[in-house]
């Protein structure tokens, strides 16, 4: 089974810096991805990044990037340059084995981030 | 660009109830999956149809529920003799099938049924 934990319940950040978001990552399966999701107060979940568990490198989109340490089991979130419409709940996600064909992804309970002006 | 709609998106029902919300998912998107968040939890996942076969359920989907996708394009989620416990937000995605081009690895999601049971 899949276990996502992220332990910061809330962040706060001041706008223009930088924060990271953690998230470890329990499973058995020899492949995965890794994915984070922001859900504003409207509710929709926003796809932000996604990590595969044999790419080589971190990924990266735009003012977010994903820290990838797969020893450790962590997939942390950084976000550059933290605007106002950051602010959101973000989730961490992963999705087991691609040779299963189990689809489901499993989520983390979320971080809140409020960015201050 | 159509992203993916619910309908609808608030439903407030008694106790004992039944309550059918429908998901239409991203044109072409041949995948679809129907999550349930809880306040203060992440979204769990119900249930994945891809086209009209329902391929993979999880255990929280108990005999109450029940998702159907007759023409692999929208889809219903039932749930029959409603709780007080099955208060949440009903989530719906999709994503499209490797080859079609866009990310096959992101699910795009729905704005969501909030259901309320009293």
């Known amino acids: 089974a899949q276990k996502i934990t992220q332990t910061q319940p809330g962040m706060f950040v001041q706008e223009k810096e930088a924060v990271t978001l953690d998230c470890t990552y329990d499973t058995s399966d020899p492949s995965y991805g890794l994915f984070w999701y922001k859900q504003p107060s409207s509710g929709e979940m926003i796809f932000l990044i996604y990590q595969g568990s044999y790419d080589q490198q971190n990924a990266t989109e735009g003012r977010y990037s994903l820290n990838f340490q797969k020893a450790r089991k962590s997939a942390n979130l950084v976000i550059s340059a933290s605007q106002l419409g950051d602010s959101a709940m973000y989730f961490c996600a992963m999705r087991g084995a691609f040779e299963s064909g189990s689809e489901k992804l499993v989520f983390g309970k979320g971080t809140k981030l409020t960015v201050n002006p | 660009d159509t992203g993916v709609s619910q309908d609808p998106r608030h439903k407030i029902t008694k106790r004992g109830q039944n309550v059918t919300f429908r998901c239409d998912p991203i044109s072409e998107h041949n995948r679809l999956y129907w999550y349930r968040q809880t306040l203060g939890q992440g979204p769990e996942f119900l249930t994945y149809f891809q086209n009209e076969a329902q391929l993979e359920k999880s255990r929280l989907l108990s005999d109450r529920f029940s998702a159907e996708r007759p023409k692999g394009s929208f889809s219903t989620l039932e749930i029959q003799r409603t709780e007080q416990g099955d208060s949440a937000m009903y989530l719906c995605?999709?994503?499209?099938?490797?080859?079609?081009?866009?990310?096959?690895?992101?699910?795009?999601f729905g704005p969501g049924t909030r259901l309320t049971v009293t």
């Open positions: 995605a999709s994503s499209p099938s490797p080859g079609q081009g866009a990310s096959y690895y992101e699910q795009y």
